[in-house]
Structure formats: structure tokens, C-alpha cells
């Protein structure tokens, strides 16, 4: 299993449960890779992120790693499943405590805690329909099949796109959310407008 | 990804209220924001936005020690159920850090004033806006709700649909629906309402469904009766909606067509086939088929009625359809029909 999936489906689980009580397996993926998106904005690489993502037939973001890390979490008791939903009981917040210490996920929490905390701004379901605007996403829904997702070339738009997103938001905003928040609202945005 | 239009960008940048706080507090701010945040859903858990006339300003200070307001004049709410009785009139509400709100109701406050040291939330006739210094923008209306922090979240579609017939069909709340009445007496339906009907629910789906993508489709006859569809993510679980109406609706040559009982049965008839048919094509998949009724029926009503009283307004009302077959008994793909009544403006 990768660590880094591992880490980030704890974390991702243990930080919305301050405002849900329970997440949807889909949601620990759309918070991973819109994590993943803020360390682009952050000027890390793709191939740094330590595992990938794909676009489902259904248009949402997924990583066969983080499906790993929750089997597993499942599987150890960790996560408790019902309904499709799962929670986080108090072993699974005891090692994401101890797990956030190290100094390799604590590089990672930026990212997590800023695509985590976009929930504070904009309603979940608003989140999920402007990640799904994704060009790959788009097609990866009409044509019903998976498509990968940070491949070469869209990276290279994603770069120029966060270059310009820096620029308005301007330099020196620690905290990811602002970012988060604005990408989700111009994707959600401009979705609007195409759907008429 | 498609090209980032640098013009739209900026104009979110300018009006996104969290980038006016970081501007104004910084990180400061932001964890401030978050904390208000928070406690914003807690508060709208309890009282209900869309009913509420009056002004709320909620206020997180940077410091979370400060008092910009007199504590000794406030009411201390610690289990936050308690503020349905207490939210009355004018309120303005501290939020603390160790999930403690002060509150004060009446009085006589200036929100610019405490957003010198604080982070201060407003509500007022359904607009909301955040404060932080000198700068004041207001946030983006999602769907038709009074708030964002008032959007629900539902796992389960049935749920989802009991909410929607509640606080967007009843009273025909939602502006998307009006659309499909000929005037504000909501008595006559215009031709073709169900554009409106579907549009309605989609907005409303889209939003606040989790773990879900709701997106219409195009009817393509008795044949495949679907108006929504729901795929739930990572499973093979799809609903299908099929959107039936009742009532009478002015054709544009002026004609009134009339549909009653017969037309949702027509509907349930055709949504039934459809899942048995669907059932032997796509063995895989699991779907559910929900029929959705507008009930917008009328006693007595012509096409030139102006008005109605309440005995004939509501005759409908407690009047459910009888379907020939029990579908939602005798096929476990078919869910309860759900029928929506749609109140009209009464004369008394």
C-alpha cells in the first residue's frame, strides 16, 4: 500500500468529520485530488504527489491507492462502514495524530487541510459538480469509460491555469483554502454559464 | 483543461469573500472564517433562513478573548438547540472558541465596527455577507436556498425528495418553478410545464445529493421514460426519475388541457415496463425507479378562473392516486411514487 494514500485518506476522513459525521468513499477521493491540485499550485510536480488519479465513467476524480487505503482502513476497523458511508472511529484519529508527526505528511497537510477546508465556503455538492467541469472528466462521463487524469498535457494547462490564479490571489497566502475556494467557485462558475 | 478565462478569473477573485478576509486578517482571518463557518451550519441547523425576517450578524474575533460588546448583557448558549427559542427579532451572535455563542438580541450594533478585530458573518432578506476590516462582499447565491450554510446534504435520494416536495413544491418556492404557472395564483400551469418541473429538481439534486451526479435527460418517449437520472459513484446504483404532472395547463392557442389520476397511472404503467424491460438489458446495474407527481389539480377550474377559494383550492390536497397495480409491491425496483402538491393562492 502507498503511505501516502494511506496518510491522506486518514486525514481527509478525520478532517471532515468536523462537518460531516460520515464521508462517501467518492468524497475521500474528490478531497485527495483536489489536494493533489493545491500541490500543483503549489509548484510540486505531479510525479511528487506519490500516487495517481483516473476520471470514472461517472466523471469523478478516483485512485485505485487511496481505494487501497480504505479496503484496509476498513478492514482494520478504522473507518466504520454504514450504508456506503464510512466514519472514523478514535483508533483511526489516534493514527492520524501519530502519523501527522512525521515529516513527510506534515508537508502534505497544507494540501489537505486547504482542499478539506473549501467545505467551510461552498457546499459540498457545489464542490463535486465543479471538480466534474475537469476537461478530462467531461469526457471521461460522455464517453462512459475512465480516462487518466494529470496526464502531460494537462498538466501543462493546469500550470498556466494556477500561474494566473497566483497572480490575482496574489503571494503569501498560506493558507490553501483561499485558492481552493476560488478554483472551485471559477470552475463551478463557468460550468453555469456552459450548461446554459 | 480548457483555457482559464483571465477576466471571469479576476471578478471571482475580486468578490470571493474569503480572499477579502485573507486580504484584510490573513491567516488570522481565515482561521476565523473556518470557526465561523462552522458555527454558521450549527446555527442554521436550528433556525430556519428561508422564514426568518429578521437580521442575524454572527462575529468571530481574531482574538478570541476580546469583547467588542458588553459579555455581562448576553445570553450564553452552550447546546446550540436551545437557539430556536432564543433566536428572536434583530440577534447578534459571538462565536467562541470552545463552541460557546454569546448572544444578544435587539440591539443596536455596527457590524463595520466589530469587523475592525473580527471576522462578522450578515444575514438580511435572504442576502448574506462577510465583513473583514474595510471590505464588505457579499456571497454567491447557490440554487435557490436562503443560505449556503443552510444547503442540506443527503445521502439518501428519498430523503432528498420528501425535502424537495416540502420546501421547493409545496409553496412553489423555487423561482425555477414558478416558471411553470401562468401567474402568482398558481392555478393554471403554462404549456409544457414539465421543462420547469425537471429543471427544478435537477438544481436542487445536483446540489444537494451527495455522492451522486444528477443530470437530466432527454425523453424519448413512452419508450425510455426517463426525465432525471441519478448515478450514484463508484457503484452500479442508478435511479431513474420520471416526472409526471397534474392539473390543467393553457395551451398557447389557448386551449386548457387537463390531466388527472389517469396520467400518473399512465406514468407508473410506463416507468414499470421500463424497469423490467431495462432489468433483462443491463442485469448489472442495480436501478430504482422513482415516479415523481406535480400535482397542481384544481377543482372547478376554467381557463379564464382568476381565483379560487380555499374549499376548491385544496380539494386535492389529502386526495392520493389510486394506481391499478400496487407497482411498488409487486416490483422491488419501484419506489413509492412520491406526489407533490402544489399549493394555490386562496381567496378567503
Redesign the interface.
Known amino acids: 500500500m502507498k503511505p501516502d494514500a494511506y496518510y491522506d485518506t486518514l486525514a481527509i476522513s478525520a478532517k471532515l468529520k468536523?462537518?460531516?459525521e460520515?464521508v462517501?468513499?467518492?468524497?475521500i477521493?474528490l478531497f485527495a485530488y483536489l489536494s493533489c491540485l493545491l500541490s500543483l499550485y503549489s509548484g510540486k510536480a505531479a510525479s511528487d504527489w506519490g500516487y495517481g488519479f483516473v476520471a470514472?465513467d461517472?466523471?469523478?476524480p478516483?485512485s485505485p491507492e487511496v481505494d487501497d487505503a480504505l479496503r484496509f482502513l476498513v478492514r482494520e476497523g478504522y473507518l466504520y462502514e454504514s450504508?456506503?458511508?464510512l466514519t472514523i472511529v478514535s483508533e483511526g484519529l489516534q493514527d492520524y495524530r501519530e502519523l501527522s508527526e512525521l515529516l513527510r505528511n506534515q508537508e502534505r497537510e497544507p494540501f489537505l487541510d486547504g482542499s478539506c477546508?473549501s467545505v467551510?465556503?461552498?457546499?459540498?455538492?457545489?464542490i463535486r459538480?465543479a471538480i466534474?467541469t475537469?476537461?478530462?472528466m467531461k469526457v471521461a462521463?460522455s464517453f462512459g469509460d475512465t480516462r487518466a487524469l494529470l496526464t502531460e498535457s494537462?498538466l501543462e494547462?493546469?500550470h498556466?491555469?494556477f500561474a494566473?490564479?497566483s497572480e490575482?490571489?496574489?503571494v503569501g497566502?498560506?493558507?490553501l483554502?483561499?485558492p481552493a475556494?476560488?478554483w472551485l467557485?471559477?470552475l463551478s462558475?463557468?460550468s453555469e454559464v456552459s450548461n446554459g | 483543461?480548457?483555457?482559464?478565462?483571465?477576466n471571469?478569473?479576476?471578478q471571482?477573485?475580486e468578490k470571493?469573500?474569503?480572499?477579502a478576509i485573507?486580504?484584510q486578517h490573513g491567516?488570522l482571518g481565515?482561521?476565523s472564517?473556518?470557526a465561523l463557518?462552522?458555527a454558521l451550519?450549527t446555527i442554521f441547523n436550528y433556525i430556519e433562513p428561508e422564514s426568518f425576517g429578521a437580521i442575524i450578524v454572527v462575529f468571530k474575533t481574531l482574538d478570541d478573548s476580546s469583547r467588542p460588546i458588553d459579555e455581562t448583557t448576553a445570553k450564553t448558549v452552550v447546546n446550540p438547540a436551545n437557539l430556536k427559542q432564543e433566536v428572536v427579532g434583530n440577534t447578534v451572535i459571538q462565536v467562541l472558541s470552545d463552541g460557546r455563542l454569546l448572544l444578544w438580541t435587539g440591539l443596536e450594533t455596527r457590524a463595520q465596527t466589530l469587523a475592525k478585530e473580527a471576522v462578522v458573518y450578515r444575514y438580511q432578506s435572504r442576502r448574506e455577507y462577510f465583513l473583514a476590516g474595510s471590505t464588505e462582499t457579499e456571497v454567491?447565491k447557490?440554487g435557490q436556498y436562503a443560505s449556503?450554510y443552510s444547503?442540506p446534504?443527503f445521502?439518501d435520494l428519498r430523503l432528498a425528495l420528501e425535502r424537495y416536495r416540502s420546501d421547493r413544491a409545496k409553496e412553489t418556492s423555487c423561482p425555477i418553478l414558478q416558471a411553470a404557472w401562468t401567474n402568482e395564483k398558481q392555478l393554471l400551469f403554462v404549456q409544457g410545464p414539465e421543462d420547469f418541473m425537471r429543471n427544478s429538481l435537477v438544481d436542487f439534486l445536483?446540489?444537494?445529493?451527495?455522492?451522486a451526479?444528477t443530470r437530466p435527460e432527454q425523453n424519448m418517449g413512452v419508450s425510455y421514460p426517463v426525465d432525471i437520472k441519478v448515478?450514484f459513484?463508484?457503484?452500479n446504483r442508478l435511479a431513474l426519475i420520471e416526472i409526471k404532472w397534474l392539473g390543467s395547463s393553457v395551451k398557447l392557442n389557448g386551449k386548457l388541457v387537463s390531466h388527472y389520476d389517469g396520467r400518473a397511472r399512465s406514468g407508473a404503467k410506463q416507468l414499470a415496463d421500463y424497469l423490467v424491460k431495462n432489468r433483462k438489458q443491463a442485469p448489472t446495474h442495480i436501478m430504482r425507479g422513482y415516479l415523481v407527481v406535480f400535482d397542481g389539480r384544481r377543482r372547478r377550474i376554467k381557463k379564464n378562473t382568476k381565483s379560487i377559494n380555499s374549499e376548491d383550492g385544496g380539494y386535492y390536497r389529502h386526495r392520493e392516486i389510486k394506481f391499478d397495480l400496487k407497482y411498488d409491491d409487486e416490483l422491488e425496483d419501484f419506489e413509492t411514487p412520491i406526489r407533490m402538491f402544489m399549493e394555490p393562492v386562496t381567496e378567503p
Open positions: 468536523g462537518s460531516f460520515s462517501a468513499p467518492s468524497e477521493h470514472t461517472n466523471g469523478s478516483y450504508n456506503g458511508y477546508a467551510f465556503a461552498l457546499p459540498i455538492g457545489l459538480q466534474s475537469d476537461h478530462d462521463a494537462s494547462d493546469l498556466d491555469a494566473l490564479l490575482h490571489i496574489g497566502v498560506n493558507d483554502m483561499v475556494v476560488v467557485s471559477y462558475q463557468i | 483543461m480548457d483555457n482559464v478565462d483571465p471571469k478569473l479576476r471571482i477573485v470571493e469573500s474569503v480572499v485573507h486580504r491567516d481565515t482561521a472564517f473556518r463557518a462552522l451550519k454567491a447557490v449556503i444547503v446534504a445521502s445536483k446540489i444537494s445529493l451527495r455522492d451526479e448515478t459513484n463508484f457503484s
